[in-house]
């Protein structure tokens, strides 16, 4: 086959330097470009490498980024802090840091009870509500703000950081609106359910943004285009595999958090889906899937 594809490259070529009949070309053009993919292209299927890059590739590529995916949490976890002491002492930050769309009508107004009533333990609108319609917005809104965090890191890596420090800020000022109120407990389970798989979603976006950013930063012996060739693949791997977990914390959100209206359960649910996915991104390791996404 590779001896046929050579050949035919070669007619092409000739073809297009000679040949006055263009039927002939276009012929040539068809035949060489099938044989590319025949030649040079994958040798498995769209579901089978699906499949490959959520057992091994996605693992890899988190394993990989270790010092980014460490920077980003104390990005967010400084941005929490400074959230939550600029609120707490001081309610009128809350709106100053927090959009009103975000805050979805919540605020320094807002009593324990509505809060109770009408977040924590608002009732479940159904399953079409839940599972189609809500969360559907949600992994579009989520998506979008992780894609955005990813797509920053070809700008250094600074607004990226600045981004996901964001994020923090505003989770830290719904928990000082909560402290205050006594709820912080129940507010934390309230988040843990859903909150474990979508800030990790969040901080390994901003990771491979941090990916693309070192190798514009830092080329080394390579040029800055070359670098991104070669960290594209394990960057995109952490980025694609973030949607992936967002979709999982809309279907979550969505439906399941209204549903179980137990504190305790909810804790429970995410802590085992922390240790779930820390179990799956330490799976398969020593595999060739972790040289390829170096």
């Known amino acids: ?34 044989a590319f993919f025949v030649v040079y292209g994958p040798r498995a299927g769209i579901l089978e490498s699906f499949i490959q890059f959520v057992k091994h590739g996605f693992p890899a590529a988190i394993r990989k980024a270790g010092w980014h995916i460490l920077l ?30 975000l805050a979805g009508g919540r605020g320094p107004a807002s009593t324990a009870q509505q809060l109770l009533d009408q977040e924590i333990f608002a009732p479940w609108p159904g399953f079409v509500e839940s599972f189609v319609v809500f969360a559907n917005f949600l992994f579009r809104h989520n998506a979008t703000i992780g894609i955005m965090t990813f797509g920053l890191g070809i700008l ?22 909560h402290y205050n109120r006594g709820l912080l407990y129940d507010f934390i389970g309230w988040v843990s359910i859903h909150g474990v798989t979508e800030i990790g979603a969040l901080i ?39 949607v992936l977990m967002l979709f999982a914390a809309g279907l979550i959100e969505g439906g399941l958090r209204q549903l179980i209206a137990s504190t305790p359960w909810r804790l429970a649910i995410g802590a085992a ?22």
């Not at 981004?163 to 989770?171: D, F, K, M, R, V």
């Not at 491979?208 to 514009?216: D, T």
Request: aromatic share 8%; hydrophobic share 55%; with cysteine.
């Open 204 to 242: 390994l976006c901003g990771a491979g943004g941090l990916v693309i950013a070192e190798k514009i930063l830092f080329p080394g012996r390579y040029s800055r285009l070359d670098n991104l060739a070669l960290a594209g693949k394990a960057a995109a791997g952490l980025a694609g595999g973030a």
């Open 273 to 294: 889906t922390g240790l779930l996915w820390a179990a799956y991104f330490l799976s398969n390791r020593g595999r060739k899937s972790d040289g390829a996404a170096a």
């Open 156 to 177: 250094g890596g600074v607004p990226t950081l600045l981004l996901i420090g964001y994020q923090g800020i505003a989770l830290g000022a719904f928990f000082a609106l």
């Open 1 to 34: 086959m590779p001896l046929l594809y050579r050949t035919a490259a070669s007619s092409l070529s000739v073809a297009r330097a000679i040949a006055l009949d263009r039927n002939l070309v276009l012929y040539l053009e068809g035949l060489v470009l099938r």
């Open 72 to 101: 980003v949490t104390l990005a967010l976890v400084a941005g929490t802090v400074i959230g939550f002491m600029l609120v707490a002492p001081n309610e009128a930050w809350f709106s100053a840091l927090v959009p009103e769309a």
